[in-house]
């Protein structure tokens, strides 16, 4: 092999020289690839603009990606040759192979800072953050990630990781360490599993061994890669957190370092030519995706394969090409590379407090914190990761005691964050009125007041509220808009009739040609309102009504405003054409801040002025309007009315906090909507 069992790192996430196996420093082999230190820099530096909101680069949360893929080269390279020097074979080789030393490695690689972090987080969070949920979540969140499940954690959480209720989240980043840590339990069973196939051949059949191999390792990444293709669609939070749709990336990555020194003797200009290629599709995908792709699954795959064309034209030590020896080795990318680990988990949580303080996005000015967190990850690399990666701190300085200390520290933390969030008050210095409270839990709670119910096969309802023995309810479709309208309508009919609910986020009720669409709207949403429409028109001659709410200006602002008409109409048709009356929201006010955040830090005027609440709305607004003109049977109301005067959109009145973030109602907020709704209703006749 090139790189050896020295290889410089663990870890994609990990900076740092090469592992020793025992604690006094040693220098690197010659294993040692330096070019692989300069892809992390490229790497995290693109993650960490992304989240600074740097435009040119809406793509940038695929370096996570390119960690994974790395991640999964260096583990297995690390593996593999503990493996071939083990005396025994299958059985006899898991036995041998040293697991209290890999996993104290880990211990000694991650932990350290994800621990500093927490801490230092939890204090920071306690005096900015508001107590419940912002506090409660971080406690929450604190004690998954302490037990490796954050990832978890983050994906019952959120409506999805683009979602604006992730970026509220401190340790949202965390979830791919829990994803690397879920990975480093079961690739070493895979590569011993795969290494015994190989191995007890050997003699017997060589070629038939080898092909087992190769038949475990790629079929176990196609597996995940379909499986994480297939679900994308439905259940995109499944596909981005959870390890086994991530599995394929790392397990690329595992593949190219078991396949060893078969490109080495490759020409370097042919080397060059494949980085070049590589690094390009590294850079496309970080320009060309943004958080309106449907990701991942395929659209990982050009990041994926362009990392995996950099290690290859790395691998052949003075055969490599230009690029990776000069470019990728140049210092300055190696020494950003070598902090990535504490950069990466240094840079996002002031971000989301400074954001969640100022209740506003400022791309210079989070430039600016992300800059000023490097320094602060060369402070903690130097005297946090780097002495206890070393051995130099003494509670971690054997396997044995590492992995106890680390343990200790874990439950320590974890009993802490647990703590916290049942007491949320205890540390939190921020007073919250009643009103502004109850907005704010809205905000959280309206997707387990309305849980969706998983898809497939016939449609069934989210749920269902009021009267169970109403035979004759209201249907409620949309996106999240439908969903924090539920208590208006819920009030609108009354304890004696029941709403039933449809909704799924980011998915308004339209039925569109796949081809013509674009973005996640396009290639999310069109199952689920054709499931939608079809549950409607064969429960029509029992459903008395049907709402319909959503959040327009994004999906014009994906599809275009042409789109967005058509598909309004073509969804709504067939319904109207099956004479069940439809009440049709307009977009309501979608407010520049927090709304319910804004109250409290007590901001002079969190209103808006309704000239540039409409402004927002128009082109969407227009385009609802010129769907609905030609359908007979469908009433459209303006929210406009009962949330707006005639120069300002009210965030609160009296105390009353109407929205409970920038664009979803508060119960509050929905119940004033109820006299608008009530007449509608009646006037299709609905009531």
Known sequence: MSFGGNAHPETALVPGSTPAAKPAPAPPPSGYRADIDGLRAIAVTVVVLYHAGVPAFSGGFIGVDVFFVISGF?????LWVSMDRAEGEGVR???????KRFYARRFRRLLPMALLTTVVTLIAGGMWLLADPDVRWLGQSVAATSAFLGNVFFMLKTSDYFGADAHSIPLLHFWSLAVEEQFYVVWPVVLLVAHGLRSGLRRRNPRLGSALMWTVLLGLTLVSLAAAQAVVASHQSWAFYLMPFRLWEMAAGGALAIAGTRFSRWHPVVRDALAVVGLALIVGSVVRLDEMTRFPGATAIPAVAGTLMVLVAGQGGANRGAVNRRVLAWSPFVRLGKLSYSWYLLHWPPL???????????VGRDVAIVLLMLVASMLAFRFVEEPVRRGRWRPMKSDGAALATGTAML???????????????????????????????????????CPQQPRGGAQQVDCSVGNPDDSRPVLLIGDSFAASLLPGVVETVGPDRRVDVLWSAGCPLTIFDDAAASGRWGSDCLAESEQRVAYVLENAATVSGVVVAGYASAAVGSGGSQLWQESVSAAL????????????LLEWPVYPWNVPECVVRGRRDCDMARVDAEAGRQVATEASRAALSDLEGVMAIDPFESLCDAAVCRSNEEGVVRMSDENHLSTAGA??????????LDAVGAG
């Open 671 to 680: 119940t004033l909507l109820a006299d608008q709704l009530r007449t509608a």
């Open 74 to 78: 260096l583990i297995t390279n690390i």
């Open 352 to 362: 989301v407090i400074v954001q969640r303080v100022t209740l506003e996005r400022h």
């Open 573 to 584: 048709a067939p319904i109207v054409e099956a004479g069940v009356p439809v009440v049709y």
């Open 411 to 449: 439950v320590v933390v974890a009993i802490a964050g647990l703590g916290l969030s049942r007491y949320p008050e205890s540390i939190s210095v921020l007073d919250v009125s009643p009103s502004a409270a109850a907005a704010i839990r809205d905000n959280r709670q309206f997707m387990e007041r």
């Open 93 to 99: 080789a898991l036995r041998r192979f040293e697991w």
